[in-house]
């Protein structure tokens, strides 16, 4: 049995998909159960992967229709085996073991049942991915991010008064790269499927936090591509709002 588990949901982009899956593989020292779950997507990529031959086996699953985001990584819920499970993007790049290091720090922290690593830019700039709860006064700075009045909330939320370069506790663990406890993700029942897309990753940390602690592992890194589809195309950004008033509906509205 596999110690690790990893699953990335694909809409196309076919070649970013396979670099990322071919990284995991490549880099990750123990045995790793990778599964790409595609979302119908409408370019072929899923076929393409399918037919795909990767250094180490990898599950492809084929959907028959775009279920989004949390419900897609949910499909591997019943097969997980491992001791601890990936959540990543497929505009992820690992460059050194990772996925063992985390795990390895987790078996020595019991408490802490999520985590992330520091996530770079592929310029290497670093991404400022840990936050602290959301409230609606934060997120109405990063998207007005030239107001200057509403910036201290938006410095507060992404934990930019906090150092950063050491292990700290956070309350949003992004969906992008995150590692959880394979028993805590089948307690919790995965992510809430009533979100397609978007904040489903501070709903699934805020039910994590019920179990045990969730940290931003700074010593360990991954790039990722960060493409903001919210920040790009109007209907992201409104299915991104839609997600959001789920979020406060669910937890309660908060201003700061």
């Avoid at 936090?209 to 700074?218: A, T, Y």
Wanted: hydrophobic residues 40%; proline residues 6%; aromatic residues 12%.
């Amino acid at each position: 049995m596999a110690e690790i588990s990893a699953s990335i949901v694909s809409y196309g982009g076919y070649e970013e998909v396979v670099q990322a899956a071919a990284s995991i593989l490549r880099y990750t020292s123990q045995p790793v159960d990778l599964y790409i779950i595609d979302n119908a997507s409408p370019d072929g990529t899923g076929k393409k992967l399918e037919r795909t031959r990767f250094e180490k086996p990898v599950t492809v699953i084929c959907l028959s229709e775009n279920v989004g985001f949390g419900k897609g990584h949910n499909t591997v819920l019943p097969r997980l085996k491992s001791k601890y499970h990936f959540v990543l993007n497929p505009d992820i790049l690992v460059e050194e073991d990772t996925l063992t290091g985390m795990c390895a720090w987790m078996d020595e922290h019991p408490d802490v049942v999520m985590a992330t690593p520091q996530l770079y830019f592929p310029t290497g700039e670093k991404q400022n991915l840990p936050r602290r709860v959301p409230n609606v006064a934060s997120l109405v700075a990063r998207q007005v991010p030239g107001f200057e009045p509403l910036q201290r909330f938006a410095t507060h939320y992404t934990m930019q008064d906090e150092d950063l370069t050491k292990v700290q506790d956070i309350q949003f663990c992004t969906g992008s790269f995150f590692v959880i406890r394979t028993d805590v993700m089948k307690k919790i029942g995965g992510f809430d499927p009533d979100y397609f897309m978007y904040v489903e990753d501070a709903d699934i940390t805020r039910r994590a936090m019920c179990c045990g602690r969730v940290c931003l592992l700074p010593q360990f890194r991954a790039i990722h591509a960060w493409h903001r589809e919210p920040f790009r195309r109007p209907a992201a950004f409104a299915r991104q709002l839609s997600s959001m008033m789920l979020y406060f509906k669910k937890w309660g509205f908060h201003w700061c």
